[in-house]
């Protein structure tokens, strides 16, 4: 561990939400933050292309953006260098703002499709501060994805679907070789009362005391 961490973090329960854009990451995260999760002090506001807002905190995606304009990429982009420049330097950022958000927090969850861009970075973080994260990935059919991206961003569909290809491949790699979770988006919205408490098995979280957060999740997120 470099000398200028110290990670009081090593004991608490961390979640790393994977997932392309569009693909109901949004959702995951509002969800395991009514389990309880912290999801940092800054959170990116509402939007009209997600009015029900991200659950996503703006520190790390300030951060994903910085490391990836470094290697001259953005998201979107179809191939993303995986050797990258002062990685140790970036490894060090990351591992800095996660201690900064959660020293407290015994429960918290991270959430930005971009993180499966620079991974390896993301890996070498946790490593370095002995956390071992649950990963969970949001998994959306991917032509529902093109049409969303399509009408958002104008990104063709074909481009979409590579992207969607890229980020399953790496996410499901993730989750396979940790032993995570794959929730389906249409599953999700079908039935988000079953879901939700497999996602608070998974993370051997008790839901006694959450039925009616749960309930209003439901009801007033899901439903309308």
């Keep these: ?6 990670n009081p973090l090593t004991n608490d329960k961390c979640v790393l939400i994977l997932g392309m854009h569009r693909s109901g990451t949004s959702v995951l995260s509002h969800a395991i ?13 509402a939007s009209k ?10 520190r790390f995606l300030d951060l994903n953006n910085e490391i990836l304009h ?30 900064t958000e959660f020293t407290g927090s ?7 499709p971009r993180i499966i861009r620079i991974k390896d970075l993301w890996v070498n ?9 649950y990963f969970i990935i949001s998994n959306r059919h991917p032509f529902e994805v093109a049409r969303s991206l399509l009408k958002r961003n104008a990104i063709p569909k074909k481009t979409s679907l590579l992207l969607w290809i890229t980020h399953q491949i790496d996410g499901l790699l ?7 979770l794959v929730i389906t988006y249409d599953n ?30 439901c009801h007033d997120f899901i439903d309308n």
């Design 174 to 180: 993730l989750v396979l070789n940790n032993n995570g």
């Design 70 to 99: 470094s290697i001259g990429c953005t998201w979107d982009n179809l191939i993303v260098p995986t050797l990258i420049p002062d990685s140790e330097i970036y490894t060090d950022k990351i591992s800095n703002a996660i201690i």
């Design 125 to 133: 973080a946790f490593r370095k501060l002995e956390i071992t994260p």
């Design 188 to 217: 999700f919205l079908r039935d988000p009362h079953s879901t939700i408490h497999n996602i608070a098995h998974y993370l051997n979280i008790p839901t006694s005391n959450k039925d009616k957060d749960i309930a209003n999740f």
């Design 33 to 45: 933050d009514i389990l309880g999760a912290d999801l940092g002090d800054t959170l990116l506001k």
């Design 49 to 58: 292309d997600n009015q029900k807002g991200y659950f996503e905190n703006k």
């Design 1 to 6: 561990m470099s000398k200028n961490i110290q």
């Design 106 to 112: 015994n429960f918290y969850s991270i959430k930005d």
